[in-house]
């Protein structure tokens, strides 16, 4: 397994492993993945035996990036900040270590922000206790208009 840039050819891949995780991710269609990928601090594909297996999309305080989250995280943290906007494993790959895989390479590389940052859906208690065993707090709820409350989470990388 490794870790690589996500580049255009990648698309196709990366809009279907989205799909797999429809209502855990927010929907993603080809343009604003261009976009994200332009803006992103990591727009990174996990790669197995040539395959795409995953991948992830983090962004760093002041970029371009107009996730609600986002933005509460900007007014809360500052420029303190890596955001992780969203990791998705391929299904059959689930419960490997590939994401956790994922975050140990986003924290390692997070230097200079003093946290790593992200939200997972309220009614998800799959993710939430990935991230918490990975040492996230929640730090907030959000609502947003769909009716979903996310849950805001936080790793202080200064301990």
């Given at each position: 397994?490794?870790?690589?840039?996500?580049?255009?050819?990648?698309?196709?891949?990366?809009?279907?492993?989205?799909?797999?995780?429809?209502?855990?991710?927010?929907?993603?269609?080809?343009?604003?993945?261009?976009?994200?990928?332009?803006?992103?601090?990591?727009?990174?594909?996990?790669?197995?035996?040539?395959?795409?297996?995953?991948?992830?999309?983090?962004?760093?305080?002041?970029?371009?990036?107009?996730?609600?989250?986002?933005?509460?995280?900007?007014?809360?943290?500052?420029?303190?900040?890596?955001?992780?906007?969203?990791?998705?494993?391929?299904?059959?790959?689930?419960?490997?270590?590939?994401?956790?895989?994922?975050?140990?390479?986003?924290?390692?590389?997070?230097?200079?922000?003093?946290r790593v940052?992200?939200?997972?859906?309220?009614?998800?208690?799959?993710?939430?206790?990935?991230?918490?065993?990975?040492?996230?707090?929640e730090v907030?709820?959000?609502?947003?208009?769909?009716?979903?409350?996310?849950?805001?989470?936080?790793?202080?990388?200064?301990?």
């Amino acid at each position: 397994m490794k870790l690589r840039p996500l580049v255009p050819a990648d698309y196709a891949s990366v809009l279907a492993l989205n799909t797999t995780a429809t209502g855990l991710v927010d929907p993603l269609g080809l343009d604003r993945l261009d976009w994200l990928r332009l803006i992103a601090a990591h727009a990174v594909v996990v790669e197995d035996d040539g395959r795409p297996i995953g991948f992830v999309l983090t962004f760093t305080p002041g970029s371009a990036y107009d996730g609600l989250e986002y933005g509460w995280f900007s007014a809360t943290y500052g420029d303190r900040f890596l955001f992780v906007d969203r990791i998705v494993v391929d299904a059959d790959r689930r419960r490997e270590g590939v994401a956790s895989t994922v975050y140990r390479a986003i924290e390692r590389s997070a230097h200079p922000f003093a946290r790593v940052v992200t939200r997972v859906r309220s009614d998800d208690p799959a993710g939430l206790t990935f991230h918490t065993d990975r040492g996230y707090v929640e730090v907030g709820k959000q609502r947003r208009a769909d009716g979903a409350t996310m849950s805001l989470l936080s790793k202080d990388l200064t301990d």
